[in-house]
């Protein structure tokens, strides 16, 4: 007898992405899309026991860089390892669309300067077969995926697009260039853009140090896209800004018109500075007004700290000051580690840093261990072990630099941890008008590894895998799936309901587990990037394929292009 379904998932506890309590139940999919929800008499294909599990939508990650990886891969690691099924990249002003041939370099070097993206890999994986951002998408859309990709266009590339030159010496926008970009961007909208991006740091910088070229855009160029895509009835607008242009008061202000006129939605980065450690509760009031007065602005945030990653193997270690260190960067992990093991080597090296010190909080970073631990308490600072132990901070540094014969990590919390915990994370994470971001998949692939923020939202914060004061697990998912994707304007998944696409994770809570991130020297021309792994995911299904079994690959490349609609 044929089956009445393409697969069917028995027995599971069902979490709905609405933030229902769990309830258990079975799912039914045929032809990609959920086709029955509850108790289930027909018979799939293949049957899934789901039992002990928990039944979610596929997660929705609206802040990635996956640009250029997706030009090259088939496969978005580390998000495809958690749950992820729908991305959305061209964050931050940054990517590779429109472009004229002769300003390829520079958008390379700026994507290399702000996201840490080797520029070896990027000069081999793209191979640069268009020029607007339409072609852009129908380049990306004819790579097979293992997840949906929705595409934003990013302000860097379209206005070195309109200016040229005028726009990387940061030269304001005239009434021309302002009407052209605006063209361009209800253009990129109705070809399928999910929105347009943009960035306003100063620490956002090329690789020859110049500033990104969206920098000091003036309100009139803000608003002139942001009508672009009113005039196109679609796309969301995100924003990353220091809030200093000339205030955070005026900056949002003009974030607001820009929102009131255009009517498009706007997130932008709302975390915690440890040089201003309660600057972003008053951006989280003005956000509350905003919402208020009938704006629709959301903070994006992150679900734990800030940081960075330090290592022998990553990008950034606290002894690559040293003349002794560089003197052997470039060897082998494992001379590297012989040499450094060397008693006279060792005193070499922290007899050149012990004036530099002071460049290194130390009482800031610690060991990230196994299983990585993102809320370390102060006193397993190195800086106060070395206190506890009578030694220096370098001197400890060091061999716990040399652990795992020279792989292991070092984690310096930078935002979100002033006060030495994750209470910030806390209030952000359950406030009504923020939405889970920040991730950064695909970028900064040698000191972060961020992408796995959907797995740590549920093992660190869910009352269901041991926080006893956390949140309730179905509401953890519903914050990275019906919420995400309602953030970005897509209506057709996040939910376990029928009709809506089958993006689905089938998860045991006991299991789930985030392990160190760890190098691979795998980009295109042999660059390195972290990749982190979880335990836990039984199956991640996307469009009723299933993608991963407990974390390993199919086959299946069920992946789209995601081209929005409203």
């Not at 990387?168 to 605006?182: C, G, T």
């Not at 920098?215 to 160029?221: F, H, N, T």
């Not at 400890?396 to 002033?418: K, P, Q, S, T, V």
């Amino acid at each position: 007898m044929k089956p009445d379904y393409d697969i069917v998932i028995r027995g599971g506890r069902i979490a709905d992405g609405l933030g229902t309590p769990l309830h258990e139940g079975d799912v039914a999919v045929r032809d990609g899309r959920i086709a029955a929800v509850g108790k289930i008499a027909g018979t799939g294909r293949e049957e899934v026991d789901a039992k002990g599990a928990v039944v979610a939508p596929g997660f929705v990650d609206i802040h990635t860089h996956y640009d250029g990886q997706a030009m090259w891969d088939s496969r978005l690691a580390s998000s495809s390892w958690h749950g992820v099924t729908t991305v959305v990249m061209g964050n931050c002003g940054v990517g590779f669309a429109p472009v004229r041939a002769e300003a390829r370099e520079k958008l390379i070097e700026l994507m290399e300067g702000v996201e840490e993206i080797p520029g070896v890999a990027l000069h081999e994986g793209l191979d640069w077969k268009w020029e607007t951002f339409a072609e852009y998408m129908d380049a990306i859309e004819r790579i097979p995926h293992d997840m949906d990709i929705c595409a934003q266009l990013p302000h860097g590339p379209l206005r070195v697009y309109v200016m040229g030159e005028r726009a990387l010496r940061l030269e304001p926008a005239n009434a021309d260039d302002i009407a052209r970009m605006r063209e361009l961007a209800a253009e990129a909208m109705r070809a399928g853009a999910i929105g347009f991006s943009t960035s306003r740091s100063i620490n956002h910088r090329s690789t020859k140090g110049d500033p990104t070229p969206s920098l000091r855009a003036a309100e009139a160029e803000l608003m002139g896209i942001a009508m672009g895509l009113r005039d196109a009835g679609r796309g969301v607008l995100q924003l990353l800004s220091d809030f200093d242009q000339p205030s955070m008061e005026e900056e949002f202000a003009m974030l607001r018109r820009v929102v009131a006129q255009s009517g498009r939605p706007l997130s932008f980065s709302l975390f915690q500075k440890h040089t201003e450690p309660d600057s972003w509760r008053k951006l989280r009031a003005m956000v509350h007004e905003a919402v208020a007065d009938g704006l629709e602005i959301r903070g994006q945030v992150a679900p734990r700290a800030v940081g960075v990653l330090l290592g022998l193997q990553a990008s950034l270690n606290p002894f690559s000051l040293s003349k002794a260190y560089r003197e052997i960067a470039e060897e082998p992990l494992a001379s590297r580690v012989a040499t450094m093991r060397q008693p006279a080597f060792k005193s070499r090296v922290l007899e050149e840093l012990e004036g530099k010190r002071r460049r290194l909080d130390l009482d800031r970073i610690f060991a990230l261990g196994e299983p990585a631990d993102y809320e370390p308490a102060m006193e397993m600072s190195i800086g106060a072990q070395a206190r506890r132990q009578g030694r220096t901070m370098l001197d400890l540094a060091y061999d716990m630099i040399l652990e795992d014969e020279g792989r292991a990590l070092l984690y310096a919390a930078h935002a979100n941890y002033h006060g030495g915990n994750l209470d910030v994370c806390r209030e952000l994470i359950a406030d009504p008008h923020t939405v889970i971001g920040l991730g950064d998949g695909g970028a900064h692939v040698g000191t972060i590894s961020d992408s796995s923020f959907p797995t740590f939202l549920m093992t660190h914060w869910s009352k269901e895998c041991g926080n006893a004061d956390g949140f309730d697990l179905s509401w953890l998912i519903k914050r990275q799936t019906s919420d995400t994707a309602r953030a970005i304007g897509l209506r057709d998944r996040g939910v376990v309901a029928v009709g809506l696409k089958a993006d689905l994770n089938v998860i045991d809570p006991s299991k789930l587990d985030l392990p160190p991130p760890r190098l691979e020297f795998d980009l295109p021309g042999g660059g390195k990037r972290l990749l982190q792994r979880a335990g836990g995911y039984r199956i991640t299904m996307a469009s009723g394929e299933i993608t991963y079994r407990d974390g390993e690959a199919t086959g299946a490349l069920p992946g789209k292009l995601v081209r929005a609609c409203g």
